[in-house]
């Protein structure tokens, strides 16, 4: 499974399930390995079991009988083991079958999930080469002064390691670009959203903030038309997010000075460096476990970037707590998913604080995963993922009446 999930045959849905269903797998035969728990708490693996089983039918229609028979049995099995973990007293060992569990997918509690595959099952898990991936960089360019109320253009691009000059052709006029993205391969194939933001700024003509791309390896560019507003002097911020399902994984900030005075022939604003996030830490309350391996899928298999998830990723045995810290405190990116249960947990709000003492608000991203629900007070001033939430469902809406 974690070889199929790169076979660029595949969509990339099925690519992302059968990723959840070898995290879950491995998640399972992790928590099965725990000892039994006190009083009425519910052993991790009561949880991680329903969770496999859930990946499991998402899959079954379209895997290879002899493999849902394994599948089906394996999982049958792991659900005997928890039964006599959730009977057992406090710190009692896994059962002696679990090691026999281990051995029928070839499995450790740490190591990656199986492909299960046996000679009938072939199509579905035979190793298969990555799909083509880039080192690819983003620019942006834009006048470095514009006038209040006066029109200009903004443009975006993007383009494979080595190809800068190709990129600055695609230009308007000769403007300066910026490089990110040094060791983060992305996958032809990936759909990219580029959401333009800037309180200065509007879009003229009614022209949408975000727009989209697929990435295929060849330098490309996005433009938008834009109106500096009146009354608004001085410096502000043109922000390019570029993500991916709606999870922003590279910046692009142009600072333009708003002037009455802008010369015609004003340099090109410069940016900043940002590389692109390789390493993510995701918060969320284990009541949303699916719910969040799915909106992580995309930039884990798209842009390559390591996900930490908690409770997934904390094999027994480890010290958990400055695991944690450590992982938050190098992450490029926290993605705090907010919902209902994430607002009633302990660990959540401990997580979210540490990260915006360590990281400060720009590495910081929340993803509601319920409506209605407050943003936590501490994190109130930060821009909230709706816009990319929105473009999440309508894409999500737009593949179900394909499909239909």
């Known amino acids: 499974m974690r070889q199929r999930q790169h076979d660029p045959a595949l969509p990339l849905e099925r690519r992302a399930a059968l990723m959840r269903l070898a995290d879950a797998l491995e998640f399972l035969l992790a928590t099965l390995a725990m000892p039994a728990l006190d009083g009425p708490r519910q052993h991790p693996a009561e949880a991680a079991s329903r969770e496999a089983e859930q990946a499991w039918l998402a899959l079954r229609d379209g895997m290879p009988e002899a493999l849902n028979t394994q599948l089906k049995t394996w999982l049958a099995d792991a659900s005997r083991i928890t039964a006599k973990l959730s009977r057992r007293t406090r710190g009692e060992p896994a059962p002696e079958e679990y090691r026999t569990l281990g051995a029928d997918f070839a499995l450790q509690p740490s ?12 199509p579905e898990t035979a190793a298969a080469a990555p799909a083509p991936a880039d080192d690819a960089r983003f620019g942006a360019s834009a006048p470095s002064r514009v006038a209040p ?34 060791s983060a391969p992305l996958q032809r194939g990936v759909r990219l959203d580029v959401t333009l933001r800037g309180s200065a700024f509007v879009p003229a003509d009614g022209e949408s903030a975000t727009q989209s791309f697929v990435w295929q390896g060849a330098p490309l560019k996005l433009a938008w038309a834009l109106q500096a507003a009146a009354g608004t002097p001085g410096e502000a911020l043109l922000r390019f997010d570029v993500a991916i399902d709606g999870i922003v994984v590279a910046r692009v900030r142009l600072a333009l000075e708003v002037a009455a005075a802008a010369p ?34 995309s930039i884990r298999l798209a842009a390559g970037i390591r996900v930490f998830l908690d409770c997934h990723d904390l094999h ?44 400060g608000d720009e590495r910081l991203q929340v993803h509601p995963l319920d409506n209605g629900v407050p ?23 737009s593949r179900a009446a394909t499909a239909g």
């Not at 006066?150 to 490089?179: I, K, N, W």
């Not at 810290?325 to 959540?348: H, K, M, N, P, T």
């Not at 501490?378 to 999440?392: E, G, Q």
């Open 111 to 122: 190591s990656a999930a199986p492909d299960g595959a046996s000679p009938a099952a072939a």
């Open 149 to 182: 109320g006066r029109e200009f253009v903004a443009e975006f691009v993007a383009y494979p390691a080595g190809q800068q000059d190709a990129a600055r052709a695609l230009l308007s006029q000769p403007h300066t670009t910026l490089e990110v993205g040094a």
């Open 264 to 297: 015609p022939d004003a340099p090109p604003a410069r940016a900043e460096e940002t590389p692109i996030a390789q390493r993510a830490f995701a918060s969320y309350a284990s009541a949303d476990r699916l719910r969040v391996l799915d909106r992580v899928a």
């Open 316 to 359: 027994p045995g480890k010290a958990w707590q400055p695991q944690l810290e450590r992982e938050i405190d190098g992450s490029d990116l926290f993605l705090l998913f907010w919902s209902a249960a994430a607002a009633q947990s302990g660990w959540v709000r401990w997580e979210y604080e540490r990260a915006l003492e360590r990281l």
């Open 375 to 397: 943003p936590p007070r501490a994190l109130a001033h930060l821009h909230l993922a709706d816009a990319y939430m929105a473009l999440r469902q309508a894409e999500q809406q």
